[in-house]
């Protein structure tokens, strides 16, 4: 499975930017699906993800209520709309998936939040 994330960039606080990313190889064995993130000097952390088969969407807590995660499963997509940004927002988002017990990575896309 390959991973492409684009739409990163630069927004100001309160903005809105969309990611997007695409899945390529053997996406039929995808189970699920989402974003990470990493700050600068921080730990990689889970943003949402999204089951393809069956399951709940899920959230981290600092993105809830500002973020929406969202697939096209006939064109291989994956988005995520952020809205509402603010400063701790800013991080490189890379796209995720999980097959069988494997984890495969796009290679990030940089998102910065303005104050």
């Known amino acids: 499975v390959q991973l492409q994330a684009s739409g990163g960039g630069l927004a100001q606080a309160g903005g809105s930017l969309r990611v997007s990313c695409a899945a390529s190889?053997?996406?039929?064995?995808?189970?699920?699906i989402g974003w990470y993130r990493q700050a600068p000097g921080k730990q990689r952390e889970l943003v949402a993800t999204i089951p393809i088969r069956g399951g709940r969407t899920m959230y981290a807590d600092s993105v809830k209520g500002r973020f929406t995660i969202s697939r096209d499963n006939a064109n291989n997509m994956l988005y995520l709309q952020m809205n509402s940004l603010k400063p701790e927002d800013t991080a490189v988002y890379y796209c995720w998936a999980k097959v069988g017990s494997s984890n495969y990575w796009g290679q990030g896309t940089l998102v910065t939040v303005s104050s």
């Open positions: 190889g053997s996406t039929f064995g995808i189970n699920a």
